[in-house]
């Protein structure tokens, strides 16, 4: 992926209620749960990681297994293999701050925030004040998954956090899967990031068609 042009890495830790993702991501979830993949498992594979690839790498996961794991030591193991940043999007913003910043902070994290079209300006601007790397963009009130193309109510939602004139970069993310929508999301923001189609190209092509998804979309 980085070969290829890729800028950074969002890396899925595997957990059995998925909330935010759509049926592709569950099922690569419960098919990597069978194999045996776990948190100490990941961290195991991922040990050599910074050896052979130097872009941002991001676990995006929940908080049940950075809980069962330990918070201190789920940071400290991400600080030891060269993770930079973590997505857990049903960890609260005020839970965060509260009570695991200082942690995330101790060990070079970045924690991003996901924001919707249903997010209060309030609320978007407390988690502009929490970030530190970039915002979660969700394009829609829905989870995970491939779609055709964006409508007016995303169109809206886009120009309106531009004019919000954030500190933090945002990145939009849910039902990014081809050239139009990666075109559609870039004019306001500053990348995208694609999960599901991605899945599905992996799956059908393998490794070997990295390359050729990445110059179909960009």
Same mark, same amino acid.
């Given at each position: 992926?980085?070969?290829?042009g ?34 100490a ?18 676990l ?14 789920f ?46 300006d ?8 929490? #970030?530190?790397? @970039?915002?979660?963009? /969700? ?9 055709? %193309? &964006? +409508?007016?109510?995303? #169109?809206?939602? @886009?120009?309106?956090? /531009? ?9 939009? %993310? &849910? +039902? ?5 929508? @990666? ?14 189609? &991605? ?20």
């Amino acid at each position: 992926m980085e070969k290829n042009g890729v800028d950074l890495i969002e890396i899925g830790l595997p957990f059995s209620d998925p909330l935010a993702d759509g049926p592709t991501i569950q099922e690569s979830s419960t098919a990597a749960l069978k194999n045996g993949m776990n948190t100490a498992l990941l961290f195991e594979q991922l040990k050599d990681i910074r050896k052979s690839v130097s872009i941002p790498l991001i676990l995006m996961g929940y908080f049940n297994p950075v809980l069962q794991y330990g918070v201190e030591e789920f940071c400290a193991k991400c600080e030891q293999v060269g993770i930079d940043g973590l997505i857990l999007p049903d960890l609260p913003l005020d839970v965060y701050t509260k009570e695991y910043e200082a942690i995330f902070k101790k060990h070079g994290l970045i924690n991003v925030f996901l924001i919707t079209p249903q997010t209060s300006d309030e609320r978007i601007q407390a988690i502009d004040d929490a #970030s530190e790397g @970039f915002i979660y963009m /969700v394009s829609s009130a829905s989870t995970t998954g491939a779609k055709q %193309g &964006f +409508g007016s109510e995303q #169109s809206d939602y @886009f120009e309106r956090i /531009v004019n919000m004139q954030l500190k933090n970069p945002q990145i939009v %993310g &849910f +039902g990014i899967s081809n050239a139009e929508t @990666f075109e559609q999301a870039t004019q306001k923001a500053k990348g995208a990031i694609i999960g599901s189609a &991605f899945i599905k190209h992996l799956t059908a092509n393998g490794v070997e068609g990295i390359g050729d998804f990445v110059k179909q979309i960009r």
